[in-house]
C-alpha cells in the first residue's frame, strides 16, 4: 500500500488512473520527474498500455508490444499508445493518488522500461 503523504512518481512507476466507465486504465512513468520549459513545477510522462484487439480494424502502434506476463497486469498482448502519451504535473498526480482517484501499480521491469 502506497503511503500517501509521501507518493512520488519513479521512472518505470506505474499508476492506474480512471477512465471513463470502462474504469481504471494502466500507465506507465516514463522518466523521473523533470523540470520542462514551459511547464510549472516538476513533470512526469505518463504512456498509457493498451490492448492489442483481434480486429483488425482497430488501431494499435507496433513500436512496442508486450506479450502476456512481462507485467503482473498483462494478461493479453498489448502495447504502448504513444499517440495518447501524456504530460502531468507530479503535484497534480499526488493529489489524485492522495485522493484515490488514481493508485500506484506494480513497476515494469528495468528490462521493459529500456523498451518502452
Not at 513533470?43 to 513500436?63: E, F, G, M, W
Not at 489524485?96 to 515494469?108: I, K, M, T
Request: aromatic content about 6%; some cysteine; hydrophobic content about 35%.
Amino acid at each position: 500500500m502506497t503511503n500517501k503523504s509521501v507518493w512520488a512518481p519513479r521512472e518505470g512507476g506505474t499508476l492506474f488512473i480512471m477512465s471513463g466507465p470502462k474504469g481504471e486504465h494502466l500507465h506507465v512513468i516514463a522518466f523521473e520527474a523533470k523540470t520542462i520549459k514551459e511547464y510549472k513545477g516538476k513533470q512526469v510522462l505518463l504512456l498509457p498500455l493498451c490492448s492489442i484487439r483481434d480486429n483488425s480494424k482497430t488501431y494499435h502502434d507496433s513500436a512496442c508490444e508486450i506479450s502476456a506476463g512481462e507485467h503482473a497486469f498483462i494478461k493479453h498482448a498489448s502495447y504502448i499508445d504513444y499517440r495518447n502519451a501524456r504530460i502531468e504535473a507530479v503535484d497534480h498526480l499526488r493529489a489524485l493518488v492522495n485522493n484515490g482517484v488514481c493508485r500506484e501499480g506494480e513497476p515494469v521491469t528495468p528490462v521493459l522500461l529500456k523498451r518502452i
